[in-house]
């Protein structure tokens, strides 16, 4: 279906409204009237777009004033924004693919982290046995902060059967929990320590949470100063400094929109559990099914929800998602429809 304007909680498809409960927009900022008047009035300042490299003679002040207030939320020594979250994943892992043979992904990894000779983490159940031999070497795992048909974050317990004879660099994507897990917002990234890691890395998309069109990499000052002059980063143009004048004056929005979400959430999930056959956490804004009547039966309910096949997974994925803007009535209507849903 092909739609002629941006699906905030309505979405009009061929002439007829429907609650929308799809998309990455889960602190509602791409519609925000605040948000967008922010935005006009970056764009005054910062023209519409900035085709230069991050490296010419001439620099704009707003990158390093914009990643010093994402390394900080983040919980990195540094940052360095690039123009999209896939693009962030192949720059790391072209960097680590020059010293690091051995690669291991957690199952159903981002192809955006996801090199193509990467070894499962797992296999049969247990982890990969050439994480348990004896042998000495500098190892990089990759693995979703949280996963794409997942509620919670992942769990990093299997680092503990790792061998010591492992230097494990962690290289973590939070797309889909930045802006929105944590106590602020403030993602995974900062919560994952173990002695096993030598150097943990984190590649996140800006487009989803906080409406921002671009990525993020962050981690230690020297790697983030070396990842500087890789030749994909200096000849590419930067992350449009629109967007991150608009990030920068938009931190309190952020914070109000995400109380806004999490109310909702809360009262969506707080009275009664939803029937068995839904996926879901209460303080994750999105629920999951895996039945395929699930969509038409929305459709019918007068409710859309995402539906298609996501690269990593075998059947389609049929994500439900709450955002800040949703209204009591809308989630109200999504409850009803949820349980009335044939088990």
């Keep these: 279906m092909t739609i002629e304007h941006f699906p905030d909680r309505t979405v009009t498809i061929s002439g007829k409204t429907f609650l929308y409960f799809g998309g990455t927009s889960y602190l509602g900022l791409a519609t925000n009237a605040k948000f967008q008047n922010l935005l ?32 900080e939320i983040i919980g990195a020594d540094a940052a360095l924004t690039v123009s999209s979250g896939t693009l962030a994943g192949k720059i790391v892992i072209d960097y680590l693919s020059k010293d690091h043979e051995k690669f291991y992904h957690y199952p159903k990894t981002h192809p955006a982290i996801l090199k193509s000779t990467s070894l499962p983490l797992f296999v049969e ?3 990969h046995p050439g994480l348990l031999d004896d042998v000495e070497e500098s190892v990089v795992i990759t693995a979703d902060a949280l996963l794409s048909l997942a509620v919670k974050p992942t769990n990093f317990d299997f680092l503990n059967a790792i061998s010591s004879s492992k230097r494990i660099t962690l290289l973590l994507d939070e797309s889909h929990s930045l802006g929105i897990v944590g106590p602020h917002g403030d993602g995974v990234f900062k919560t994952v320590e173990h002695p096993r890691i030598v150097q943990k890395i984190m590649i996140s998309s800006l ?4 409406g921002c069109s671009g990525g993020v990499i962050a981690g230690k000052s020297q790697f983030i100063e070396t990842i500087k002059n890789e ?17 920068l004056d938009a931190q ?37 099914s895996h039945s395929d009547g699930i ?20 059947t389609l994925m049929n994500r439900i998602v709450i955002t800040a803007n949703h209204t009591k009535e809308d989630l109200e209507h999504l409850k009803s429809a949820l349980f009335d849903f044939p088990q």
């Design 125 to 127: 159940g247990a982890l």
């Design 40 to 71: 006009c009035e970056s764009i005054k300042v910062w023209g519409s777009a900035y085709g230069s490299s991050r490296n010419a003679n001439v620099k704009l002040s707003i990158y390093q004033k914009a990643e010093a207030v994402l390394a």
């Design 252 to 288: 309190e929005l952020v914070q109000n929109q995400l109380k806004k979400l999490r109310a909702n959430l809360q009262f969506l999930f707080g009275d009664n559990d939803l029937p068995a056959n839904f996926i879901y956490d209460i303080d994750y804004p999105v629920i999951y």
């Design 295 to 314: 969509f038409e039966y929305l459709k019918s309910k007068g409710i859309i929800i995402t539906n298609f096949k996501y690269p990593n997974y075998d």
């Design 207 to 210: 487009t989803k949470a906080y």
């Design 231 to 247: 030749a994909v980063f200096v000849s590419a143009a930067g992350m449009n400094p629109i967007f991150l004048q608009t990030f």
